[in-house]
């Protein structure tokens, strides 16, 4: 994501609502977040994730079911 991007329609979800989503723990979301492989904002104390984010993020993670030993 750029720092320019408009966020004015985008909506955003929690750590625990992205967690739920990708069925993966809370840790596992922050340290995604951490390591800039999902964008966050944060805010206070706490971080959102664009929800457009984490469909971007899931549709690179999509394997093509070939094995890399084969």
């Known amino acids: 994501m750029s720092a320019e991007q408009n966020f004015s329609n985008a909506k955003f ?3 625990a609502e ?3 989503v990708m069925r993966v723990s809370k ?3 922050y340290r995604l977040v951490h390591s800039g492989e999902l964008p966050a ?3 206070g104390r706490s971080f ?3 929800e457009n984010a984490v469909e ?3 549709k690179g993670a ?3 079911g070939q094995s890399e030993t084969a």
């Open 27 to 29: 840790m596992t979301v």
């Open 18 to 20: 992205v967690a739920e």
């Open 13 to 15: 979800l929690t750590v």
């Open 56 to 58: 971007q993020y899931l």
């Open 48 to 50: 959102r994730v664009p």
């Open 62 to 64: 999509v394997v093509d």
């Open 41 to 43: 904002v944060r805010f």
